[in-house]
């Protein structure tokens, strides 16, 4: 899959996609208008100028609602399907993998060539193919909806749906896009720029790094206007809509990475970053909407027949794996979206390996209760898991290493049972929140910092260590065990591990931006101490298949 085409290049174009609703749906009888071989794009357009919502929803709806579940989809590993590259969710998970702070549980589980830092950036790679067809689908699939839903149609028309509409396919396209320039970019390369969907455009070269985030930034703001427009909030009422809360992370995440490109005055992305932060703190409701201590730590719920070897750790009692536990989720899907796939069953101890690094874990505060999802010590017995006939049989005994998780951990998914079969028991069935309120103040405490505004920085910080103090308690900069001696900036980073580990790989992209290279020396958790891999290779080099398809696409990523 190209950046301008889609596989399915076949398709004939003169029939846009709205018109293609109108044959599939009966459309055009409903509309009184006339039949699908007698409809162009223009009339479909001039219809909806005028239409009303529910109209406009029936054109284009089938359309539109294919937008959001892109944002969780898999495929993308066309070759060997069961890959976990194959999914966004395993992209994800594996980032998380070949960092510093994610230790593996059990060397003998899947996915080692990753936790080794492997050679997957090369060009010919699957794994680098893989990611280059998650970002691109997303920006086909965008720009596909824009042959019919044109700029005229938006300027002629006062349907909130039409905005609506519209601002969905804008911000699947920037963050098509930004996840690009997350795995492809570089400080001066950026990505060629497609708005348009065509079989027969003339392939673009490189823009580069700073023009292509200046239009990431400007379709998600474009997008965040028509979202206001149309009374989209900030937060999704089912967590799987597209909202305000993604727009203007997008915005930040865009801009911040931005203030590293080559000719970009920084200051000037800080704070667009740092605007788009302050909108969605106010919009998300602030402070308030940070999780307490019995949401944000996983506990055990009982033991199945009082048998110790038997935890029952339930999703619907945390915020991790539970949406009405986690008030500051701002922005994911449901467990009936999509749910949070490899990231979090990687993640759970009951189903996964993934364990914290020692060298992080002692730079947690004992006074801080983040602390408490994670177990230095080794259990003294054995846990079983839910298999297919019964909650118990799960086979062979697991037993768990040092520096174990119970960020995400659950046996009885939502829904779920302790009863009958794994099937009952609906395991990793969950609830995941891809943006949470807590990385939004840890954004902006970087735009601070970044911006020589130490003070502030450590005021934005105080205010979510304040939120994860124990009850008694009250952590600051000035107080935080670990943190004597850093500047602001390196608060920051501290505190974003800290709150985002095992999230969506976060540290991966995260330490790719702040030149931190994987160095697990010292480590006593990680089962390759002596691995490092450095900045330079932790971006991927554009598949051999784009450059093939597009001659002029421009200089390749170095090795």
């Known amino acids: 899959q190209t950046i301008s085409h889609s596989l399915s290049q076949l398709l004939c174009l003169s029939v846009s996609f709205a018109a293609l609703a109108f044959a599939t749906t009966s459309c055009y009888e409903k509309l009184n208008i006339a039949p699908p071989n007698a409809i162009t794009n223009e009339m479909v357009e001039e219809l909806l100028k005028t239409a009303d919502d529910a109209t406009v929803e029936t054109i284009m709806g089938a359309i539109a609602d294919a937008l959001p579940p892109l944002m969780y989809g898999g495929g993308y590993n066309y070759r060997y399907s069961g890959q976990i590259d194959g999914t966004w969710s395993g992209q994800l998970a594996i980032r998380a993998l070949s960092g510093n702070d994610v230790a593996y549980g059990y060397l003998s589980l899947p996915d080692n060539e990753y936790y080794n830092c492997g050679s997957f950036i090369d060009a010919n790679n699957m794994a680098a193919l893989s990611y280059w067809h998650r970002a691109f689908t997303l920006t086909n699939q965008a720009n596909k909806m824009f042959l019919t839903l044109t700029e005229d149609v938006l300027a002629g028309s006062q349907s909130a749906k039409i905005k609506d509409y519209f601002a969905r396919g804008l911000i699947i396209r920037a963050f098509g896009y930004l996840y690009a320039m997350e795995n492809f970019g570089t400080n001066s390369l950026g990505m060629p720029i497609y708005t348009n969907y065509s079989v027969s455009e003339q392939d673009q070269p490189r823009k580069s790094a700073k023009e292509t985030y200046d239009s990431i930034i400007r379709w998600a703001s474009r997008a965040d206007d028509l979202f206001a427009e149309a009374g989209v909030g900030f937060k999704a009422t089912d967590n799987s809509s597209l909202t305000r809360g993604l727009t203007n992370y997008v915005i930040a995440r865009a801009a911040l990475l931005a203030a590293d490109s080559e000719g970009a005055t920084a200051a000037t992305y800080l704070n667009t970053a740092a605007a788009a932060c302050d909108r969605l703190i106010e919009g998300a409701g602030g402070a308030a909407s940070l999780m307490t201590e019995d949401q944000y730590v996983q506990k055990i719920s009982g033991n199945y027949e009082d048998n110790p070897i038997y935890p029952i750790y339930q999703a619907s009692t945390s915020g991790f794996t539970c949406f009405a536990q986690n008030p500051e989720a701002v922005y994911g899907f449901g467990w009936q979206y999509g749910s949070g796939g490899s990231v979090v069953s990687y993640n ?187 900045v330079s290779k932790m971006t991927l080099q554009i598949p051999s298949e784009e450059l093939g398809a597009s001659p002029n696409f421009g200089p390749q990523n170095p090795m």
């Not at 920051?492 to 790989?505: F, S």
């Open 348 to 534: 759970n101890f009951l189903t996964g390996s993934y364990r914290i690094d020692d060298r992080l874990y002692n730079k947690i505060d004992a006074n801080d209760y983040r602390k408490d999802n994670f177990h230095p010590n080794e259990p003294d017995h054995l846990y079983y898991l839910p298999g297919n006939t019964s909650f118990i049989d799960g086979g062979t005994p697991l037993q768990v290493g040092t520096y174990w998780s119970t960020k995400f951990a659950n046996n009885v998914g939502l829904g779920g049972g302790v009863v009958g079969n794994s099937n009952n028991a609906k395991v990793n069935t969950v609830d995941f929140a891809f943006i949470r309120l807590s990385e939004i103040y840890l954004m902006k405490a970087e735009c601070q910092a970044r911006n020589g505004d130490a003070n502030g920085a450590k005021a934005t910080l105080n205010i979510l260590l304040a939120a994860r103090s124990k009850a008694g308690t009250t952590l600051t900069c000035d107080n935080y065990s670990s943190m004597a001696g850093m500047s602001a900036l390196e608060m920051v980073q501290l505190q974003t591990r800290i709150e985002m580990w095992g999230e969506k790989g976060l540290e991966w992209y995260n330490n790719r931006r702040w030149n931190i290279a994987v160095n697990r020396a010292g480590s006593t958790a990680h089962w390759t101490p002596g691995i490092t891999y450095p």
